[in-house]
């Protein structure tokens, strides 16, 4: 795939999400417009990447897998990549509209993450034998999984909402920033020990499969954010008092 | 004396954890007068202090010190602003003299060993400078920050509780302390339960309700 | 009077926490004792095949440091929290990024001795030869202790506030410090062993890369943190 593609969803995700908050009008229907989109598409996901593709040549079946495992992966990149958006938003202009999409961007990232993962190791025991190894992308993915869990804890364990809004947002920054870190030492660290060989052979009919995952995927990322930013906003709501009313008049003295 | 006022509220509002501590509270001090602060305990008189010392800032609303904005200005403004607190933000483990040095420097005052030396004196802890706070009581801890104050110098001293934990004469000291802020001009807020003595040292005062203004006398 | 400038307040927070660190000498101590008992079981762990404990002995020295340093990070803001001396600090006033820097170099400063102490700790248990390249050995240890308090300073500065603070700071910290620990590894091996592919230098510069970005980004971010805005 070109290197610019996941900009290109990144965009995609990020024109959504910018959508639904600018325009009013679209924000009572259009996620779950994208729900419902994303149903159909999966369903053409399901008979594309079970039927219509032919099985990959050096993993058989079970490289059908990867149709969701990548779009999983990708969908949990942008959703971090979208909160720590929000966590420098919130550091400059503080915002509860921010905390709580930054709030609900963590935790759909993890499901993502924490679902790539998982269906990369089912892959990986019968390609190359273990459930884990020291690839370089297996290990900033579940790297960048820990922190955002670790991310989700810290604002579950901090009871001043204000201070957790900061204070998350200074965590996730200081989380995402290592993610490059990480990669480029693993992938150094690995190649000088030993050299995995992760060929993507990907045919058309294959690349064309992986791409409407990712197109499948991006519906639900944007419908489950929106959701999970609900959720987000209807607790902050009930937790905080509304803002005090005007004094009571004074009596002159 | 300038005509800016030496602290100026504006509908200030302040959230501290879920709820509203302070409500929409207005009021203006002029330079060099003195406010009684009053109300029962949880009326949101440490948060107002707080907030006017620069340690915290209004939710909603602005407070402006000598005509400053305190959120934006807090740099210029805190070496003018002294507050006294239950909260003594002395280190434990060092000693007293440690802890006012610490100060002192940090004020980049000249010849602080001395300066520090002297404070302690006129606090009664000149005996006890060199051991650890962790040793002290209440009220020596106390004393402490009413030098680490006093090493200040400043233009508006906010006191909470003062006389809490101190043993009579620490109040009659305190007392005079306050006079001796007052006689260089500096302004001076004063939240206390002791009201007679707290009106005998003020001009003006602020009972607080549930976060809001009751009244002004 | 006026107050002090941003470097002149790095140090003054800086001298004011190696004071601390002298009067508590004590828990200092048990730090010590701590993470050398870490490598103690490190190497009943492993079994006591000398040739495996020695090509190990870099990992080990760091995990032992790296656990080491959460108890110090934690204590180091647990001395601020007590009586609300942070906010003291800035009141005073300090720059919060004077506070930042002061308090990072004094958590580097105090893992860096430990390190020193844990090095003929590592001869005597895993046989390792430390003779070899003294000089960037000490750098790879200074780098990394720099590595470890960038960060943890800034976690530790909002854990010390959260509930269950004790499992919050290694929950935040130990993803973020993999590359640090990676390269510190990597680093410290070369220097006590046979650098066959020149690959000491490379993995300085990336402790170094490590360092200035979580040292800026600190400096950017811990205002933010510690300001109660």
């Known amino acids: ?253 | 004396m300038s005509d800016t006022p030496a602290i100026e509220l504006k509908d200030v509002s302040k959230r501290f954890g879920p709820r509203w501590a302070v409500s929409r509270l207005s009021f203006t001090l002029a330079e060099g007068r003195s406010l009684l602060l009053t109300g029962h305990n949880g009326s949101g008189k440490t948060t107002l202090l707080r907030m006017i010392a620069t340690a915290t800032f209004p939710t909603l609303g602005e407070i402006a010190l000598f005509g400053h904005e305190t959120r934006r200005n807090r740099a210029e403004l805190r070496p003018k602003v002294a507050l006294l607190s239950h909260a003594n933000f002395l280190y434990e483990d060092l000693t007293a003299a440690q802890n006012l040095s610490l100060a002192a420097q940090l004020l980049g005052a000249q010849a602080p060993a001395a300066k520090v030396k002297e404070l302690l004196e006129r606090v009664g802890l000149g005996a006890r400078a060199h051991n650890p706070v962790r040793q002290f009581s209440a009220g020596m801890r106390k004393r402490v920050s009413i030098a680490r104050l006093l090493l200040k110098a400043p233009r508006l001293a906010l006191l909470d509780e003062p006389f809490g934990e101190l043993d009579p004469s620490g109040i009659t000291q305190m007392e005079g302390l306050v006079r001796e802020l007052q006689a260089q001009g500096a302004t001076v807020v004063l939240a206390t339960h002791l009201i007679e003595q707290g009106k005998a040292l003020t001009q003006e005062r602020l009972h607080l309700e549930q976060g809001r203004k009751e009244r002004t006398a | 009077m006026r107050p002090v400038g941003l470097v002149r307040g790095a140090w003054l927070v800086l001298k004011k926490d190696w004071q601390l660190e002298w009067r508590t000498r004590a828990r200092l101590t048990a730090t010590v004792f701590f993470s050398l008992s870490t490598l103690l079981l490190f190497s009943f762990a492993m079994g006591p095949g000398i040739d495996v404990l020695r090509a190990h002995a870099p990992g080990y020295l760091w995990l032992g440091i790296l656990f080491a340093s959460i108890l110090s990070l934690g204590e180091s803001f647990r001395v601020e929290a007590e009586n609300q001396s942070l906010t003291g600090l800035l009141l005073a006033p300090v720059d919060a990024r004077s506070i930042f820097l002061g308090k990072v170099l004094g958590n580097a400063t105090l893992l860096f001795a430990l390190g020193l102490l844990l090095l003929p700790v590592t001869v005597a248990l895993y046989d390792v030869d430390l003779t070899r390249n003294p000089g960037l050995l000490l750098l790879a240890l200074g780098l990394g202790c720099l590595g470890i308090a960038a960060p943890g300073t800034v976690y530790s500065a909002m854990s010390s506030n959260a509930r269950a603070r004790d499992v919050m700071l290694p929950l935040l910290l130990f993803p973020v410090l993999v590359p640090m620990l990676l390269a510190a590894v990597s680093a410290t091996k070369f220097a006590l062993m046979k650098d066959v592919q020149e690959q000491l230098p490379s993995w300085l510069k990336l402790l170094t890369a490590f360092d200035l970005i979580y040292l800026s980004v600190g400096f950017l971010v811990f205002p933010r943190v510690v300001e109660d805005d």
């Open chain 1, 1 to 253: 795939m070109p290197f610019w593609s996941p900009l290109a969803l990144l965009a995609v995700a990020l024109g959504l999400v910018i959508t639904h908050f600018a325009v009013p009008t679209t924000r009572a229907w259009m996620w779950k417009a994208s729900a419902v989109v994303g149903l159909g598409a999966l369903a053409l996901l399901l008979y594309l990447g079970l039927i219509w593709a032919p099985p990959e040549a050096f993993m058989s079946d079970v490289g059908r897998i990867l149709y969701v495992h990548v779009p999983f992966v990708w969908m949990c990149m942008i959703a971090f990549t979208l909160n720590v958006g929000c966590a420098i938003a919130y550091l400059m202009k503080k915002s509860w509209r921010t905390d709580a999409l930054a709030e609900s961007t963590a935790e759909i990232g993890v499901m993502f993450g924490a679902g790539g993962v998982l269906m990369g190791s089912i892959w990986a025991r019968p390609t190359w034998g273990v459930w884990w190894d020291w690839d370089p992308r297996l290990i900033s993915t579940a790297v960048m999984l820990l922190s955002y869990v670790g991310y989700l804890a810290f604002r579950s364990f901090t009871e001043d909402p204000e201070r957790r809004a900061t204070w998350s947002a200074a965590a996730s920054i200081l989380g995402y920033v290592s993610l490059p870190i990480v990669w480029f030492s693993v992938r150094w660290w690995n190649s000088l020990h030993q050299v995995q060989s992760t060929s993507q052979s990907l045919d058309s009919q294959m690349r064309i499969v992986m791409w409407w995952g990712t197109v499948t995927m991006l519906f639900f990322l944007f419908a489950f954010v929106v959701k999970r930013y609900e959720i987000a906003r209807s607790r902050q709501s009930s937790a905080l008092e509304a803002p005090p009313e005007a004094p009571r008049q004074e009596v002159a003295a």
